[in-house]
């Protein structure tokens, strides 16, 4: 699979990076700032805007036994699961709403799915493909069901082995689905750029044969850019108005001066990648002349010799190249030349 499609936009090798503002819990509990999430990423110059659809019933049941509670070294210390899913999901009663509004601003949107019947949902939503978030990357049972549909599948792959992703991966394509792309993916919030291990990027593309790219919990773009440049076709990061919100999900998600940069760093990155090329290119060729050439540093009579007194290699560069300079020792001028004369072989004996 070397490429597919999106709502009409062409991800894969030789496009540009497909990237995903990742709205998550980043909505504020209020419908219009989700919307107002939803512009400011179309302003920043996002692709996509995804968001998640689950409810804290359908992701686990509510239980405060240790088995259920939060470790205090996590972002989410003193929640239990059920908890901060209560805190953390998007009313569904919004999707269809700001799937709309997406749709009117020219922005897709789609979601993550995380059991079977947010999958039905989202299909009365005519979403355009689907994440699979890390976590469900073991869950056969969704990706058989979401596989089925045939439109565009998303899978982050942190945590997973070799071994899942290779089930998942199977389990995909065993429904005839080959419109697949991986993601690396580090499951810590927010990681460190020590355990990004980016060069699992083109091995994944490799590997599975698939389009490959980052979703990236990493702050500021010097992370996806370094992707880009290893190949990644898609970009994917949280994103909110403002990391004071004090959502679950702010502390590593980009603002919108942070988005817009990191789009911008993202199209310079691959602008710059080009193609091979050597030699001179667009405008260095303004620049040759302050190359080193053979010019006349003495006046000369016709008739005598160049020596290494009257001749040297110096700026600028419009006499002969500076090899030839064995070759014009020892000959003699057929004419008077003017010291700070370019050489060329029409002033040689």
Same mark, same amino acid.
Request: net charge negative; aromatic share 8%; hydrophobic share 40%.
């Given at each position: 699979?070397?490429?597919?499609?999106?709502? %009409?936009?062409?991800?894969?090798?030789?496009?540009?990076?497909?990237?995903?503002?990742?709205?998550?819990?980043?909505?504020?509990?209020?419908?219009?700032?989700?919307?107002?999430?939803?512009?400011?990423?179309?302003?920043?110059?996002?692709?996509?805007?995804?968001?998640?659809?689950?409810?804290?019933?359908?992701?686990?049941?509510?239980?405060?036994?240790?088995?259920?509670?939060?470790?205090?070294?996590?972002?989410?210390?003193?929640?239990?699961?059920?908890?901060?899913?209560?805190?953390?999901?998007?009313?569904?009663?919004?999707?269809?709403?700001?799937?709309?509004?997406?749709?009117?601003?020219?922005?897709?949107?789609?979601?993550?799915?995380?059991?079977?019947?947010?999958?039905?949902?989202?299909?009365?939503?005519?979403?355009?493909?689907?994440?699979?978030?890390?976590?469900?990357?073991?869950?056969?049972?969704?990706?058989?069901?979401?596989?089925?549909?045939?439109?565009?599948?998303?899978?982050?792959? %942190?945590?997973?082995?070799?071994?899942?992703?290779?089930?998942?991966?199977?389990?995909?394509?065993?429904?005839?689905?080959?419109?697949?792309?991986?993601?690396?993916?580090?499951?810590?919030?927010?990681?460190?750029?020590?355990?990004?291990?980016?060069?699992?990027?083109?091995?994944?593309?490799?590997?599975?044969?698939?389009?490959?790219?980052?979703?990236?919990?990493?702050?500021?773009?010097?992370?996806?850019?370094?992707?880009?440049?290893?190949?990644?076709?898609?970009?994917?990061?949280?994103?909110?108005?403002?990391?004071?919100? %004090?959502?679950?999900?702010?502390?590593?998600?980009?603002?919108?001066?942070?988005?817009?940069?990191?789009?911008?760093?993202?199209?310079?990155?691959?602008?710059?990648?080009?193609?091979?090329?050597?030699?001179?290119?667009?405008?260095?060729?303004?620049?040759?002349?302050?190359?080193?050439?053979?010019?006349?540093?003495?006046?000369?009579?016709?008739?005598?010799?160049?020596?290494?007194?009257?001749?040297?290699?110096?700026?600028?560069?419009?006499?002969?190249?500076?090899?030839?300079?064995?070759?014009?020792?020892?000959?003699?001028?057929?004419?008077?030349?003017?010291?700070?004369?370019?050489?060329?072989?029409?002033?040689?004996?």
């Amino acid at each position: 699979m070397s490429s597919y499609q999106i709502a %009409g936009r062409t991800i894969g090798p030789g496009h540009p990076a497909y990237i995903i503002a990742e709205m998550s819990a980043n909505h504020g509990g209020s419908l219009e700032h989700a919307i107002r999430v939803l512009q400011a990423a179309k302003d920043c110059g996002a692709d996509a805007v995804k968001i998640q659809t689950y409810t804290a019933d359908t992701m686990t049941i509510p239980c405060d036994n240790q088995w259920f509670r939060i470790g205090s070294d996590s972002l989410w210390a003193n929640y239990n699961l059920h908890d901060l899913y209560k805190v953390a999901y998007t009313p569904w009663e919004w999707q269809p709403r700001l799937k709309q509004a997406a749709d009117d601003m020219g922005i897709t949107l789609f979601s993550t799915p995380f059991d079977e019947t947010s999958v039905d949902f989202l299909e009365e939503m005519k979403v355009s493909a689907y994440k699979i978030a890390s976590f469900e990357v073991p869950d056969l049972a969704l990706l058989r069901k979401v596989a089925a549909l045939g439109k565009p599948i998303i899978m982050s792959t %942190g945590m997973a082995d070799l071994a899942e992703i290779h089930e998942a991966v199977t389990t995909i394509h065993a429904q005839g689905n080959h419109q697949l792309a991986l993601l690396k993916c580090t499951s810590a919030y927010p990681a460190d750029p020590r355990d990004m291990n980016l060069r699992t990027i083109p091995h994944l593309a490799d590997a599975f044969g698939v389009i490959a790219g980052l979703s990236d919990h990493t702050m500021g773009s010097a992370i996806p850019v370094a992707a880009v440049a290893l190949g990644a076709c898609i970009i994917e990061k949280h994103f909110c108005l403002s990391r004071n919100e %004090g959502g679950p999900d702010s502390p590593f998600s980009m603002e919108p001066d942070d988005l817009r940069q990191l789009v911008r760093d993202v199209r310079n990155s691959e602008a710059a990648l080009g193609k091979v090329n050597y030699g001179v290119f667009g405008k260095e060729n303004d620049n040759r002349i302050f190359r080193r050439s053979l010019f006349i540093v003495e006046d000369v009579k016709a008739g005598e010799l160049l020596t290494a007194k009257n001749v040297r290699c110096i700026r600028p560069g419009y006499g002969l190249a500076p090899k030839h300079l064995p070759e014009v020792l020892g000959r003699r001028a057929v004419k008077d030349v003017e010291r700070g004369t370019p050489l060329s072989w029409d002033l040689l004996g």
